[in-house]
């Protein structure tokens, strides 16, 4: 297949991009309903039968509760007919879904349809979220941006990468570097700088990863060298994004001594680590690589 250019990336992905053919004729026969408190239990069962690809969902379940405006968003499910959940989905800013029925996907797409509902981004692994945003627009638009994105994990047994670096939780006076390093990072993935778009918002929400002790990093003479986030993290899983390297220390190894000695760190916690990358990002592939960690599955993340 011939890459398609859809907003200012390349589709490369081994099925059809977003598009009206994922679309089904039919209207589900059930509704998805907003969740609440009193799902909880069944909620957290239903994402725990696969850990890392719902760490996101569960870690803010975790942190923030199901009825939250910390998380950006609403929580939905789908039941069929023998009213076990189907499909969950975060509905919000973020919007992230988890769907084992394709009528679960399509129900959960048509709550999303609402005005009221801000999305800036579909995320799920597989073509799920291409499913999603062809079910909730009905196959007539294209989101701005489509990332393909490779899935990292590490756990115990792996080959320990030999290092004397000390990684250090960050301290909240290291917000402004932090927020900025975060911010080229977001730029660079997906064409927004939200220390433009949104600068207080986005402060407070970096202000807040520090307080929890969810960012790492290393200065030298007073300069942001490296710094990891923790995004998520349940009793099993750890979710690491926003890995930066300052330009100076780029390809000369820094990163992988860096995220192999917060691997190792990590890993007294939970028994697996997990990160995304873009799959044009092959330089920092080759770090991961080196810290231990292996490819295991795709997402794709639609900027809408």
């Known amino acids: 297949m011939l890459p398609q250019l859809i907003g200012s990336r390349t589709w490369r992905g081994d ?23 009193a799902d909880r239990a069944e909620i957290l069962s239903f994402l725990a039968v696969r850990p890392v690809h719902t760490v996101v969902m569960a870690s803010y379940i975790a942190d923030n509760g199901i009825e939250s405006e910390l998380n950006r968003g609403s929580f939905y499910g789908y039941r069929g007919h023998g009213g076990e959940l189907e499909g969950v989905a975060l509905i919000g800013h973020s919007t992230l879904v988890e769907a084992r029925t394709d009528m679960a996907l399509r129900a959960l797409a048509i709550k999303a349809r609402s005005p009221e509902v801000p999305l800036h981004l579909i995320m799920s692994s597989g073509d799920a979220a291409a499913k999603f945003y062809a079910h909730l627009t009905e196959g007539l638009s294209e989101p701005r941006l489509v990332c393909r994105e490779s899935l990292f994990e590490v756990a115990f047994p792996f080959a320990v990468r030999k290092t004397e670096t000390e990684l250090k939780a960050a301290t909240i006076d290291q917000l402004i570097p932090i927020a900025e390093a975060q911010a080229e990072i977001a730029l660079m993935e997906c064409g927004v700088d939200p220390m433009t778009r949104d600068r207080e918002g986005f402060l407070k929400r970096v202000a807040r990863r520090v307080e929890q002790g969810r960012i790492f990093s290393i200065y030298e003479e007073g300069k942001l060298i490296f710094k990891a986030d923790i995004i998520a993290e349940t009793e099993d899983t750890i979710y690491i994004e926003g890995i930066y390297v300052h330009p100076d220390r780029r390809g000369r190894g820094l990163g992988s001594d860096c995220l192999a000695a917060l691997t190792l760190k990590l890993l007294e916690r939970v028994e697996n680590i997990c990160l995304l990358s873009n799959v044009e990002f092959e330089s920092a592939h080759r770090s991961y690589y080196r810290a231990g960690f292996r490819r295991t599955d795709e997402c794709i993340t639609l900027f809408v």
Not at 15 to 24: D, E, K, W
């Open 15 to 37: 099925g059809p991009p977003v598009g009206s053919a994922f679309a089904m004729p039919v209207e589900p026969d059930r509704k998805a309903e907003r969740l609440t408190e």
